[in-house]
């Protein structure tokens, strides 16, 4: 049974900087990708970042393309999205996801997005 478990929410003034963490359990980081997607109250649920089973392969969306980064620590079977320069606009509920049938390029379609296993979801608010 797959379960992944989301931590590194809160609250950041426009600018700060968040890391967000994603533990991966019952799922190998070197067979499944993870992503990370949000979704915004009154919005559509959003692709964010995706990477892949080697280290190579990432993607992220064009909003936050610059700002944030994601990266793994195999050993910890956890995936990371630090996130910088936060504005306004990416106060939203994060979840991350995955689905060893979905590689990164899945992300890059318009929701909704049929994952087979999501985590709970992190709330990231960026407010003065």
């Known amino acids: 049974q797959v379960q992944l478990v989301e931590s590194g929410g809160g609250l950041v003034q426009p600018g700060g900087s968040l890391k967000l963490s994603c533990v991966a359990s019952?799922?190998?980081?070197?067979?499944?990708?993870i992503s990370w997607t949000r979704q915004a109250p009154g919005k559509e649920r959003e692709g964010v970042s995706c990477i892949g089973p080697d280290d190579d392969h990432t993607y992220y969306a064009d909003s936050v393309k610059g700002r944030f980064t994601i990266s793994r620590d195999t050993a910890k079977n956890t995936v990371y999205l630090q996130m910088n320069n936060l504005e306004p606009e990416d106060t939203a509920i994060y979840y991350c996801?995955?689905?060893?049938?979905?590689?990164?390029?899945?992300?890059?379609?318009?929701?909704?997005?049929?994952?087979?296993?999501w985590g709970q979801g992190t709330q990231v608010t960026v407010s003065s």
């Open positions: 996801v995955t689905d060893h049938r979905k590689l990164c390029a899945y992300l890059k379609r318009p929701p909704p997005y049929d994952y087979n296993y």
């Open positions: 019952g799922a190998s980081l070197d067979v499944y990708p």
